[in-house]
């Protein structure tokens, strides 16, 4: 069965400094990649997703993240953080199980930032 | 668009009793999810389905937990009897894809109902 490890249930930069979060798969077979955020009392809403189409995506807020097939990684960053990226950061992965394809997701990389 | 509708947002109920929680999927999603999300964890799945059918449930704890998506649009999600572990947000998503091409499709998510067990 896929699984998602992300390294760090709590992330803290000032404002201004470099985001990282880290997440790592394991599969064979490279799936489908994805990072979401979820700000308090709401549902996760998609940053980005990687498709095979290049290995360094682009998403919303300035985030980016880059596919590593050799380290089995899908790292999150962004160069400069802003108080409002403070929320939980979900990596998850979207293999196919016996025809089907099934989301899995990380436990959670709360991101801090301070003043 | 529309999003994904879930009600109610908190329910708060005993042990033993038994809840319910509604979702309306994003209209045109052939494709829905319900997740538990336990405190300080990430999204587990527990079912998903294709239009009315299930694809996925290995995760239910169907001794307990049942959900259904009657004609393909909506779906429910009933606990009876609830125990103390169920207390968790519930998420709903859907996705426009199916299952066999869904991979590379995001998740839309509602803003989940709240359960609190006591």
């Known amino acids: 069965a896929q699984s998602v490890t992300q390294l760090g249930s709590h992330v803290s930069v000032s404002e201004g400094a470099l985001v990282l979060l880290r997440c790592n798969y394991s599969?064979?077979?490279?799936?489908?990649l994805f990072w979401y955020v979820q700000y308090p009392n709401q549902g996760l809403q998609l940053l980005l997703k990687?498709?095979?189409?290049?290995?360094l995506v682009k998403g919303i807020n300035g985030f980016e993240a880059e596919f590593k097939k050799s380290e089995t990684s899908f790292h999150l960053t962004k160069p400069s953080a802003h108080m409002s990226d403070a929320a939980e950061y979900f990596c998850a992965v979207s293999d196919r199980s016996g025809g089907s394809y099934i989301p899995t997701f990380g436990r959670g990389t709360s991101l801090i930032v301070h003043p | 668009e529309a999003g994904v509708a879930q009600s109610p947002r908190y329910k708060i109920i005993e042990k033993r009793q038994s809840v319910a929680f509604w979702c309306n999927p994003i209209s045109g999603h052939a494709t829905l999810y319900w997740y538990q999300q336990i405190l300080g964890q990430g999204p587990k799945l527990l079912i998903q389905f294709q239009n009315n059918g299930v694809v996925d449930d290995s995760q239910l704890p169907k001794d307990r937990f049942s959900a259904e998506r009657l004609k393909g649009v909506d779906s429910t999600l009933k606990i009876q009897p609830a125990k103390l572990e169920d207390s968790a947000v519930y998420l709903c998503a859907s996705s426009p894809g199916t299952p066999a091409s869904v991979g590379n499709s995001p998740l839309h998510f509602g803003n989940g109902t709240r359960l609190t067990v006591t």
């Open positions: 990687y498709t095979s189409a290049a290995t």
């Open positions: 599969s064979s077979v490279p799936p489908y």
